[in-house]
């Protein structure tokens, strides 16, 4: 089975940048779609980045401009870089994986994807 870890969070104030990573081990496949979600106290789990394996990706408008999700096949590994970071970024980010998606408007779905990490908490102080 398939196991997802994310790394990379931490504290950082107002303006700052962060790259988090999701490292995907186990039974990959070759056509899947990926996401980054966040989740804020008291809150609902948002999704904020996601792509899928022939390259297609979006962004939740309340990020786009700001954060880029990548990946590097060869280390099986997923990325969100974070720039510009505001208080209202604050929450436990999760990546999450899953078959491949007919449409991008899926991709930030949390239906969508059937395999989860553990989270990785990201703090903005204003």
């Known amino acids: 089975h398939v196991q997802l870890v994310e790394s990379g969070g931490g504290s950082v104030q107002s303006g700052g940048s962060l790259r988090l990573s999701c490292e995907v081990s186990?039974?990959?496949?070759?056509?899947?779609?990926m996401s980054w979600f966040r989740q804020a106290p008291g809150s609902e789990l948002e999704g904020v980045a996601g792509?899928?394996?022939?390259?297609?990706?979006t962004y939740a408008d309340s990020v786009k401009g700001r954060f880029t999700i990548s990946q590097d096949n060869a280390k099986y590994t997923l990325y969100l870089q974070m720039n510009r970071l505001s208080a209202e970024d604050t929450g436990m980010y999760y990546c999450?994986?899953?078959?491949?998606?007919?449409?991008?408007?899926?991709?930030?779905?949390?239906?969508?994807?059937?395999?989860w990490g553990q989270g990785t908490q990201v703090t903005v102080s204003s």
């Open positions: 999450a994986a899953g078959p491949p998606l007919a449409s991008i408007r899926y991709l930030l779905l949390t239906s969508a994807y059937n395999i």
């Open positions: 792509l899928c394996s022939d390259g297609r990706t």
């Open positions: 186990g039974d990959t496949k070759s056509n899947y779609c």
